[in-house]
C-alpha cells in the first residue's frame, strides 16, 4: 500500500491555466488590483510552474479577458475585479486621446 501512496502524491494533478490564472488573480487582487510587469517577478518566484503554462502574458491575460486587462505597450495588468476609478488610472497607458 506504501507504493500505491507514493504514487498518487507524485501523480497530483498539475496546474491548469484556470488554476494559474485564478493565483495571478489573487496576486494582482494582494498588490491593489494592479502589477506592473517588473512586479511580476514575485509571482513567478512564489509559482515557478506558472511562467511555463502562460506564455506570454498578453496573450494569457487575453485568454482570460473576464479576469484581467493588459495593455499593448507592456503597461500594467488589471484585474477586473478593481474598482472603475482606479483602473481609469492606469487604462490609458498606450492609448492615443486625439479629439476628433
Known amino acids: 500500500h506504501d507504493d500505491q501512496e507514493a504514487t498518487a502524491k507524485s501523480e497530483e494533478r498539475l496546474p491548469t491555466a484556470d488554476d494559474v490564472a485564478e493565483w495571478l488573480l489573487h ?12 512586479q511580476l517577478g514575485e509571482f513567478y518566484k512564489k509559482h515557478p510552474e506558472a511562467k511555463g ?12 479577458e473576464h ?6 505597450t507592456g503597461g500594467p495588468v ?21 479629439a476628433s
Open 78 to 98: 488589471i484585474s477586473t475585479r478593481t474598482s472603475a476609478q482606479e483602473r481609469a488610472r492606469f487604462s490609458t497607458f498606450g492609448k492615443s486621446h486625439s
Open 27 to 38: 496576486f494582482i487582487d494582494s498588490k491593489g488590483g494592479v502589477v506592473l510587469g517588473h
Open 53 to 64: 503554462i502562460m506564455g506570454k502574458l498578453q496573450e494569457f491575460t487575453k485568454r482570460f
Open 67 to 72: 479576469l484581467f486587462e493588459c495593455t499593448p
